[in-house]
Nanobody, 122 residues
Framework: QVQLVESGGGLVQAGGSLRLSCAAS????????RGWFRQAPGKERELVAA????????YYSDFVKGRFTISKDNAKNTVYLQMNSLKPEDTAVYYC???????????????WGQGTQVTVSS
């Protein structure tokens, strides 16, 4: 079973940038669509962005449009989330998961990892 491992979080000032990585562990290859989610303290987990493995289709939640970019490196079996113009309200634990694209916003289809903490100071 493929496990997805998140990395790249940290502490950054408002207006700064971070790049998160989501890598598949082990030798197994995963070509499933992937998405980034986040969960802030006291809030429900929400979808941030998603991408198909072909890269032909992406999805962004309104609150990150124009600031975040999701991309992938097929050779490394890794999906990235470039986060620019970060705001304190972006503070959350960010998770990567397999997703299913459909008529509604993509939804998670795999198990959750430990995530990576992103903290944006004002």
């Amino acid at each position: 079973q493929v496990q997805l491992v998140e990395s790249g979080g940290g502490l950054v000032q408002a207006g700064g940038s971070l790049r998160l990585s989501c890598a598949a562990s082990g030798r197994a290859f995963s070509s499933d669509p992937r998405g980034w989610f986040r969960q802030a303290p006291g809030k429900e987990r929400e979808l941030v962005a998603a991408i198909t493995w072909s890269g032909l289709r992406t999805y962004y939640s309104d609150f990150v449009k124009g600031r975040f970019t999701i991309s992938k490196d097929n050779a490394k079996n890794t999906v990235y989330l470039q986060m620019n113009s970060l705001k304190p309200e972006d503070t959350a634990v960010y998770y990567c998961n397999k997703v299913s694209f459909g008529p509604t916003p993509p939804s998670a289809t795999g198990s959750w990892g430990q995530g990576t903490q992103v903290t944006v100071s004002s």
